[in-house]
Nanobody
Framework: VQLQASGGGLVQAGGSLRLSCAAS????????MGWFRQALGEEREFVAG????????YYADSVKGRFTISRDNAQKMMWLQVNSLKPEDTAVYSC????????????????????WGHGTQVTVSS
């Protein structure tokens, strides 16, 4: 699976963005997906994950209630709606995928993911 993230930008605190992740390549098998972010000088951290069907999602505590992950397998797309942005949300956001045998599985550890897209920068000004 090849992944391409887009949609980042510069926004003021309290603003919103919609990040997109387009998948291509071998997409005929089930694959779970997720979003991760890495701030300058920090370790990569999990943001949100979604199962193959999209019925199951999981969020980092820091983004619960503000971010929403979704996907459309027919379009081979995943999105992350980010609302009420804070300066501490500033980071490079990357999407990731891994094949899975369980349609309901959500993965939160970066080591569980095999495929990664180039990130998109989100900068939140105060």
């Amino acid at each position: 699976v090849q992944l391409q993230a887009s949609g980042g930008g510069l926004v003021q605190a309290g603003g919103s963005l919609r990040l997109s992740c387009a998948a291509s390549g071998r997409t005929d098998s089930m694959y779970a997906m997720g979003w991760f972010r890495q701030a300058l000088g920090e370790e990569r951290e999990f943001v949100a994950g979604i199962s193959w069907t999209g019925d199951n999602t999981y969020y980092a505590d820091s983004v619960k209630g503000r971010f929403t992950i979704s996907r459309d397998n027919a379009q081979k797309m995943m999105w992350l709606q980010v609302n009420s942005l804070k300066p501490e949300d500033t980071a490079v956001y990357s999407c990731a995928a891994r094949y899975t045998h369980g349609f309901a599985y959500v993965y939160t550890n970066g080591r569980d993911y095999r495929y990664w897209g180039h990130g998109t920068q989100v900068t939140v000004s105060s």
